[in-house]
């Protein structure tokens, strides 16, 4: 089973942005983290970093054929991008939202997501484990 992990706008900066909130594993952490929770549950994760809309919007399309689930951290955009959700709702493919932070514990202009509407789920809160989790539930979605 192929998973696309998705990480969205500013999240190339973690490890440096904000450590009280994102915490203070890098990127290329939590990647690594994601390839070894993959290889334990027998999934090829592959693992990308967009910062604009577009960029996400085009590989959520690209995953069509390719990929069996997606793994998806909008970032900022979760709370207002309706064209990533749009994407998300046409590509016939489950996609996991994942958040670090707890977003309903956040500012009020971050406490709701348009793109989670047209995930199959969403985890937020758990810092690195909420990617680890995203995993077992897209396994779970297809039965492995």
């Not at 009280?20 to 890098?26: D, L, R, V």
């Not at 009020?108 to 995993?135: E, K, N, Q």
Request: net charge negative; proline share 3%; charged share 20%.
């Amino acid at each position: 089973m192929r998973v696309l992990v998705i990480h969205g706008p500013n999240l190339n900066l973690l490890g440096e942005r904000q450590p009280e909130i994102y915490g203070s594993q890098s990127l290329a952490e939590i990647d690594s983290a994601l390839a070894r929770e993959g290889r334990e549950l027998g999934l090829e994760v592959r693992c990308v970093q967009h910062n604009g809309e577009g960029h996400i919007i085009d590989a959520l399309h690209a995953a069509r054929g390719e990929y069996d689930a997606i793994v998806l951290n909008p970032g900022a955009y979760a709370h207002y991008s309706h064209a990533i959700a749009d994407a998300v709702a046409s590509i016939g493919i489950p996609v996991v939202e994942v958040h670090l932070s707890n977003i309903a514990s956040r500012e009020p202009h971050r406490r709701v997501s348009v793109t989670a509407a047209a995930c199959a789920g969403s985890i937020s809160g758990f810092g690195l484990s909420s990617y680890l989790m995203a995993l077992r539930a897209v396994r779970e979605i297809h039965g492995k």
